[in-house]
């Protein structure tokens, strides 16, 4: 039975990625075109009414680039995500979104906290972090990546920038943390060899037949049943031989 591959390429890698990307545009195209203003519709804290942003604050930004900067480390961590791990991404995602979202509420400034930053510290935390807690080689590369390219975002979960919802970033930072943790034993195992199962063995392998007890190569090793009957025939000749004699 052929074993399931842990990282296999999908159109939900790129597709769902870039239906985010389209929906916050889309949403940004439409504020413009049609004079509309969505900011009521972000985090509120303190607010009732301001737990709606929980869900509607990704998709609004207050300008072109405010968007433009959110779009690009969206489209390339959701891709991760859901390449790397496919299985658990749309819980990452929506647990990610209340998450984040909820403790933006708590602990948030009074104003109207929007954007999609937070979901983008969500994904850049919980990818580190799982890759660091699995012990998997690519998964590890992957969150050295992550650092690599998007580390300098840890500045912005101090208040260094009043204009900035510090507070939305450091929630989705905690946030991936969390996840990480909670979906630790959800680790992709990497494909065994054939000599690393357990009905492996040694004696029936092509490649080790090329080897004898002392690991001399063997250029054309010869099945048993010729060398057995190569030996039969051998004997017999000799044997015909000695009555000849």
Do not use: C
């Amino acid at each position: 039975m052929k074993q399931s591959q842990p990282f296999t390429f999908s159109p939900g890698v790129i597709g769902y990625p870039v239906i985010f990307v389209l929906v916050i545009w889309i949403v940004f195209w439409f504020e413009i075109r049609f004079g509309f203003d969505f900011n009521n519709f972000g985090v509120r804290p303190g607010k009732v009414e301001g737990l709606r942003g929980v869900i509607f604050s990704p998709f609004i930004h207050s300008g072109i680039k405010h968007l433009f900067n959110n779009t690009i480390p969206l489209f390339v961590l959701s891709m991760a995500l859901f390449y790397f791990y496919r299985k658990i991404s749309w819980q990452v995602l929506f647990l990610g979104l209340l998450s984040s979202g909820l403790l933006t509420w708590l602990i948030g400034r009074e104003a109207n906290h929007i954007g999609a930053s937070g979901i983008i510290y969500v994904l850049a935390s919980f990818l580190f972090f799982k890759g660091v807690f699995s012990r998997h080689y690519r998964l590890i590369a992957l969150s050295l990546i992550v650092v690599f390219l998007y580390g300098g975002m840890l500045w912005y979960v101090t208040p260094i920038d009043p204009e900035i919802s510090w507070e939305g970033h450091l929630s989705g930072l905690i946030s991936g943390f969390f996840l990480s943790l909670i979906y630790r034993k959800n680790i992709a195992k990497p494909p065994k060899y054939e000599w690393e199962k357990p009905e492996y063995r040694e004696e029936e392998d092509d490649f080790m037949k090329h080897f004898d007890e002392n690991g001399n190569f063997i250029e054309d090793p010869e099945p048993e049943e010729l060398k057995y009957t190569y030996h039969y025939k051998y004997s017999n000749q000799e044997k015909e031989g000695d009555k000849d004699f």
